[in-house]
């Protein structure tokens, strides 16, 4: 089994430490977007090396937490705040968290419609839900890359929906995705394997939603 | 384009149109599925195929009297499949599978009263609709205890009732079925099913079933029709009435939407030109393995591909224009994420073969050309696919190529000919000697050189290609309005579009009817003719320019795909530009379409075919031969097309008009610059001008910018005149440079000396 | 976002003739489709001169143009 690509060093060159498309580019507009003010209690939903938490904290003066999976990122992740969990099965508390962040995560989790019941559970009713990912012109779901597991961005707005949330923003962001594939282009070596993340018509994402209540 | 047309389009392609032999079986059995696994001789595999879709499929298999063989498109080529006897086969040899898993169950009960072949298959199709089903008979199966050993072998049927008990269904068997037992059934039940034959007439006196839904006037109560024999029928009947019956219980409408259950006509047309004829393969002891496996083989697995097998762009894309048109639709809808199908929509030629073929008429083109401009609208086009096309056909309109005059000391024109952009590229020469021709014997024939617009039609561009023609038109107006002799095909037809009103000639009809020039030449030669595509709907130029041959004593031979079914050289619609190896493909196939060598009438037909290696000739090269052996004439290249053009009309105007050039000689034209064989190939196929190098070397003699080569001595620059980057590897040799090597990219440097 | 590092983009026995210099790997910006990155190059120390290999313009550089096309 050869490593997922956001463990494998080429991401970590092209990506910069977000290891995402558009970088903080997108936790930013989300961020401003709902008015992100001092002291909110804010979660980053696998925050991989910690840096949109590390942002959330000095950029927003938001008392930001982080949970990952994974403990080979933790290991090597920086800043205050991160636990080890996982997205679907928050050790959290109901009505804890002003925002929730989760970037390019979504599709990741075994089960999207249960992580999202998840997250509203811990949103205060009125918190903010900032969701980016990956999305796919079809439902084929075979394989296990970022790629192969995006489905159709109708399916996530409609599990947003059902799991109690206000969509008041949705913005295609398609061409970071782009830039990230061409960045990843430039910088693969002849033994790297190419990344799907420019394969059948992948679009990219971002979501503001609303807990209802 | 909008969702109904999509649909539309879609409904147009009939590839996926279901084959003869399942729309006219009345239960659609995949027979052509079933074949395909027979040839290769996997039984289980097809048995499979056969159990999926027959009630108590051991036993229909082998009673199956094969009602498609009437309709089978084998039929006229040695006869219908034997299909009844390769599902014999199949039952006979193939490993017995678990009966269908039913759908969750409803809720819901019915019974079937009459054990006959009918009730059975009721009883299957309502069990495996996830009824409660209960089988009230005397004996189960009693119509089919007359059949002999061979047609039933003993355990068949039984083997088929346990796999009905496994279904779910019930059986009573040894019950009196009289009236009493309907009432009670139709109290207790939520619908009942009656098998007519299996009970005597008085009990079934509800009247003859309703031939759609085999309801009664008896809400709730179903029966099949009385004394159907074929045992197909008997379990259409019963597939019938378990339809229904979901329906009622269901509270659903019982007559919407059930054309497609009993047999129907299917628009699937299989083209039976290349089938060898071959007879149904007998054997009176039964089929051995071999047997069935040959007789599978004889079923055409039906399907159009029409379009596709005529057509190296359709095939290229391993689909069928059903699935290219959901492509462009998805293409242009999509709002998240990539596009993907912009390669495959800039390589359609818009040749117009496909219609033509199509037994439905279906156009690629249309769609292509649609989501072209559509992309082009909403500024989704790929910047490169038609860069160069476009610039080139900007050069061909510019002050350095575009000329309109009148005929030399004339101050009016009765003619105004019109070679086209592509003549005066290739064959400069040929335009000469044609012009000169004309004026002899017309007198007053003027000259406009000029691009008709066709890369900017093709590429999708209408803005662009409106103000071409409207360019043309302020000349020809300004001309008064003279008849027009034009000799490209491509611009015929643009004009004829463009200029309504105008009085237009191909050149060729126009040669026929005045005679050949003088020169012509006339030799006993046997000549392949290619149509170019622009020609295809055009009946009067396809039978003049055939008509001009024959004058010059030409034997023409006709390729498989000629006139109105001729297929395009790969330059229409601008696939070179925005494919280019599909395009080599498209050549190196239409080289191939005959022994002889080729005449045409479309210059870059006779380029492409040229440059395919294929010896091809122009009918200017006949009409007014220059000596050489013109069919070996390379095509030139993408430069010397530029400066074909451009030193026709300088000779033209000192010659003729006795002027001198006007245009201004920019800066980079004056380098000397030369190339090595390999720095020309190079450029050919990387579509760089020896302009572009010009202007690289040019900029880096201004700037001094460049590397050096501290082994070689070559040095290397770079220049972006405005949106490519060139890069030129050269050495410099004296007052001039030798080149040795070019390449270019889009992305710019910024900041940096490029 | 940081340099990107291109396998290809080697130009080994190439100087800046102007200045007589040798090239190094410096950051910078290409730019295609509103689309930026910054990536390092052979560039000439002294006059900023940026040399772009043949294989790097006809490999990476044209995958990545066309995957900023949707080709």
């Excluded at chain 1, 690509?5 to 558009?22: F, S």
């Excluded at chain 1, 925002?99 to 019941?117: H, I, K, M, R, T």
């Excluded at chain 2, 071409?468 to 008849?483: C, D, L, N, S």
């Amino acid at each position: 089994m050869e490593q997922p690509l956001w463990e494998r060093p080429v991401l970590r060159k092209a990506a910069g430490r977000t290891l995402r498309p558009g970088g903080f580019e997108l936790t930013d507009r989300a961020a401003n977007r709902m008015g992100l003010l001092p002291g909110w209690r804010v979660l980053d939903v696998g925050c991989g090396l910690g840096a949109t938490v590390n942002r959330l904290r000095s950029r927003y003066g938001a008392l930001a937490f982080g949970v990952e999976p994974s403990p080979g990122q933790l290991d090597a992740a920086q800043g205050a705040g991160l636990v080890r969990a996982q997205g679907h099965c928050l050790p959290f508390g109901p009505n804890s968290f002003h925002a929730l962040f989760c970037e390019c995560v979504l599709s990741l989790l075994p089960d999207a419609a249960q992580g999202l019941g998840e997250f509203h559970c811990v949103l205060r009713p009125g918190g903010f839900l900032a969701l980016s990912d990956l999305c796919a012109p079809d439902a084929d779901t075979a394989g296990n890359d970022c790629a192969a597991r995006a489905v159709p961005l109708a399916e996530t707005h409609g599990l947003v929906k059902a799991a109690g949330f206000e969509v008041l923003l949705l913005e295609d962001h398609s061409h970071r995705l782009r830039e990230l594939a061409a960045r990843l282009l430039f910088s693969s070596g002849e033994n790297d394997v190419p990344c799907s993340c420019n394969r059948r018509g992948l679009g990219y994402y971002l979501m503001i939603a609303k807990k209802r209540g | 384009m909008e969702q109904h047309e999509l649909r539309q389009w879609e409904n147009k392609c009939i590839q996926e149109e279901v084959p003869q032999c399942t729309a006219s079986c009345p239960l659609h059995v995949d027979a052509k599925t079933f074949c395909s696994l027979m040839r290769q001789r996997r039984w289980d595999k097809a048995w499979a195929v056969l159990a999926r879709t027959l009630p108590l499929p051991g036993v229909l298999a082998r009673l199956c009297d094969a009602p498609c063989k009437r309709n089978c498109v084998r039929k006229d080529a040695g006869g219908s499949i034997e299909i009844g006897l390769l599902e014999r086969f199949c039952a006979e040899n193939a490993k017995p599978v678990a009966p269908p898993r039913p759908l969750p169950a409803r809720g819901k009960s019915v019974a079937v009263i009459g054990g006959g072949l009918t009730g059975l298959c009721a009883a299957w199709e309502l069990a495996r609709r996830g009824f409660r089903t209960t089988l009230y008979c005397g004996v189960p199966g009693s119509d089919l205890s007359a059949l002999p050993e061979t047609q039933l072998p003993a355990g068949a049927l039984e083997r088929e009732l346990e796999n009905l008990a496994r279904l779910g269904a019930a059986l009573e068997t040894g019950v009196p079925l009289d009236t009493a037992l309907i009432e009670a059934q139709l109290a207790e039940n939520d619908a009942v099913f009656l098998d007519s034959d299996a009970l005597s007439e008085a009990m079934a006196d509800f009247g003859e079933p309703d031939e759609l839904t085999l309801g009664t006037g008896q809400p709730g109560l179903f029966a099949s029709p009385r004394g159907e024999s074929a045992p197909v029928l008997k379990a259409a009947a019963a597939r019938r009435a378990a339809n229904s019956v979901e329906r009622f219980t269901q509270g659903v409408s019982m007559v919407t939407g059930r054309e497609l259950e009993g047999p129907y006509a299917t628009r699937l047309y299989t083209n039976l030109g290349n089938v060898e004829p071959a007879p149904p393969v007998v054997n009176a002891a039964g089929y051995t393995e071999t047997d069935a496996r040959d007789e599978a083989k004889r079923c055409l697995q039906c399907e159009c591909m029409e379009c596709v097998k005529n057509c190296e762009y359709l095939r290229h894309y391993k689909a069928y224009p059903k699935v290219y048109v959901r492509q462009a639709y998805n293409n242009e809808s999509i709002v998240m994420g990539t596009r993907q199908a912009n390669t495959m929509i800039n390589s359609c030629m818009l040749c117009g073969l496909c219609e033509v073929i199509c037994p439905e008429d279906f156009s690629m083109a249309d769609v292509c050309l649609q989501a072209r401009r559509t992309m082009v609208e909403k500024g989704t086009m790929p910047p490169s696919a038609h860069e160069f096309a476009l610039r080139d056909m900007a050069f061909a309109n510019g002050e350095k190529a575009a000329l309109a005059r009148h005929a030399p000391g004339a101050d009016a024109s009765e003619y105004l000919f019109f070679p086209g952009c592509q003549l005066t590229a290739s064959d400069p020469g040929g335009v000469m000697a044609a012009y000169a021709d004309l004026r002899q014997r017309l007198g007053a024939v003027g000259l406009l050189l000029h691009c008709c617009g066709a890369p900017a039609e093709w590429s999708g561009r209408q803005a662009l290609a409106g103000e071409t023609m409207a360019e043309i038109r302020g000349h020809w107006e300004r001309m008064g309005k003279p008849h027009l002799v034009v000799s490209c095909p491509t611009c015929l037809k643009a004009l004829r579009q463009g200029l309504p009103e105008a009085e237009i000639s191909s050149h060729w009809s126009l040669l026929r009817a005045l005679g050949l020039p003088d020169g012509a030449r006339q030799q006993d030669t046997e000549l392949a003719i290619n149509d170019p595509c622009a020609a295809r709907h055009d009946a009067v130029l396809l039978e003049d320019a055939r008509a001009l041959l024959e004058q010059m004593q030409v034997r023409i031979t006709e390729p498989e795909l000629s006139g109105e079914r001729t297929e395009c050289c790969g330059y229409g619609g601008l696939l070179s530009e925005a494919n280019p190896e599909l395009a080599k493909a498209v050549r190196e196939r239409r080289a191939q379409a005959a022994d002889e060598d080729f005449v045409t009438y479309c210059v870059m037909c006779r380029d492409m075919l040229a440059k395919a290696g294929k010896r091809a000739l122009h009918f200017y090269d006949l009409l007014y031969p220059a000596g050489e052996d013109s069919a070996a004439r390379p095509a030139p290249g993408y430069s010397a097309r530029r400066e074909n053009r451009a030193r026709l009309r300088e000779t033209l105007l000192a010659e003729l008009w006795r002027e001198e050039s006007e245009t201004e000689t920019a800066p980079h034209e004056s380098v000397r610059v030369e190339f090595t064989e390999q720095a020309r190939d190079i450029m050919e196929e990387r579509r760089i001008l020896t302009s572009d190098v010009q202007k690289v070397l040019h900029a880096a003699r201004e700037t001094g910018a460049c590397f050096v080569h501290k082994e070689t001595g070559h040095v290397l620059a770079s220049h972006r005149p405005v949106v490519v980057t060139y890069w030129v590897e050269y050495e410099e040799r004296g007052d001039g440079f030798l080149v040795h090597n070019a390449w270019s990219h889009r992305m710019r440097v910024k900041g940096g000396a490029s | 976002m940081s340099v990107i590092k291109v396998p290809e983009a080697d130009a080994a026995g190439w100087k800046c003739r102007a200045c007589d210099a040798e090239l190094e790997m410096l950051p910078v910006e290409l730019e295609y489709l509103d689309s930026l990155f910054t990536v390092a190059l052979p560039t000439c120390p002294q006059c900023g001169q940026v040399l772009i290999p043949e294989n790097l313009a006809l490999g990476k550089m044209n995958q990545v143009e066309h995957l900023l096309e949707d080709k």
